[in-house]
């Protein structure tokens, strides 16, 4: 088995960032907050953030915010809860989180929580619990959970819970991974997690282990290295990452390296991206996997920033 190419990695995310004309860029132009995010998290857990300008980042973010306080995907965008946790995050990777107006970003968020507790992405009103957990981590991350009304975000996640264990992203919704790293995610933040049935999930989880040693999203459907941090985290939240084989998905995600020139893609077979080299090394990360910086599985940002973000003693948010 070959080992984690962390050079080409960080050559690879560079050079994306670089590449503003390339395929990948004009595709991903409407998502460049959230690949902002993808990239420099990964150069974080890899030990490289300080190989980027920080300020010229920043300054791009915030040409990013929207006067309603929420965060576009790039300069004259509409704004989305999507773009509005990646722009947090970031901020807080460079411990920059003091540039911004943290009530103006949380009432934009806490204005977008519906009657029943749910949460829309905009101001257009899609449904999703996808976007509870945007909410509710970025508030998390501002110190602002208070602005929302947490029991009712609670309740609505707690009604989309199946009787598989699972989580869809609306009640009745069929369970799947992405929308379950949602759900626990958020449960996990507000400390409600009794709303899981631990064993029950983590059955339907680890029974995503496939024979490669790769995760699928649902059963029947292939492997992808992005399952290793949707399904991963979800395991290590409720204490059941154990039930599956580690030292297998560790071989499977470092199958997906392009070894030449950087990048992690979905299935050995297939081109690398930045989203997928984000969940690979996170997936690592989560595994325990040598010389990576440890990810806190509910925040999605390294373990020395969400120690940061809760413990510092003087914060001027
Ligand atoms: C901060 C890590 C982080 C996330 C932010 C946006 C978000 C919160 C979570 C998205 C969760 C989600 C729904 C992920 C699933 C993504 C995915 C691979 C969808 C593909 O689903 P299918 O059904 O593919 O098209 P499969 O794998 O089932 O064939
Ligand atoms: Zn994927």
């Known amino acids: 088995m070959g080992e984690l190419v962390v050079d080409k990695h960080v050559k690879y995310i560079l050079s994306v960032e670089k590449r503003k004309d390339s395929f990948e860029s004009v595709v991903l132009e409407h998502l460049r907050m959230n690949g902002a995010y993808w990239g ?70 806490s204005g977008l929580q519906n009657e029943d507790g749910s949460f829309s992405g905009d101001e257009w009103g899609e449904v999703d619990t996808r976007f509870s957990y945007l909410a509710i981590c970025c508030l998390s991350i501002l110190h602002r959970l208070d602005k929302m009304n947490v029991e009712k975000a609670v309740n609505y996640i707690a009604s989309c819970k199946n009787v598989d264990g699972g989580f869809g992203c609306t009640p009745g919704g069929e369970s799947h991974a992405g929308q379950i790293f949602c759900c626990v995610g958020a449960l996990a933040i507000t400390g409600s997690l009794h709303h899981v049935d631990k064993d029950l999930l983590g059955w339907w989880l680890c029974e995503r282990q496939v024979k490669s040693g790769g995760l699928n999203g649902r059963p029947e459907k292939l492997p992808d290295v992005c399952y290793s941090w949707w399904v991963l985290s979800s395991l290590i939240m409720i204490d059941r990452v154990h039930w599956i084989d580690k030292d297998k998905l560790v071989k499977f995600i470092l199958n997906c390296q392009d070894t030449e020139n950087g990048g992690i893609s979905d299935r050995p077979e297939d081109a690398v991206d930045v989203f997928h080299t984000y969940f690979g090394v996170a997936g690592l990360s989560l595994l325990e996997y040598p010389g990576l910086k440890a990810i806190d599985p509910a925040h999605a940002l390294p373990v020395d920033v969400v120690n940061r973000i809760f413990f510092q003693k003087y914060t001027n948010i």
């Open 40 to 109: 420099l998290t990964t150069l974080d857990l890899l030990g490289k953030l300080g190989a980027l300008d920080s300020n010229e980042v920043i300054q791009w973010i915030m040409k990013c915010q929207h006067e309603s306080g929420g965060f576009a995907g790039n300069i004259g965008h509409d704004p989305h809860l999507l773009y509005t946790l990646s722009a947090v995050q970031v901020l807080a990777l460079f411990d920059k989180l003091n540039v911004l107006d943290a009530d103006k970003v949380a009432n934009y968020i």
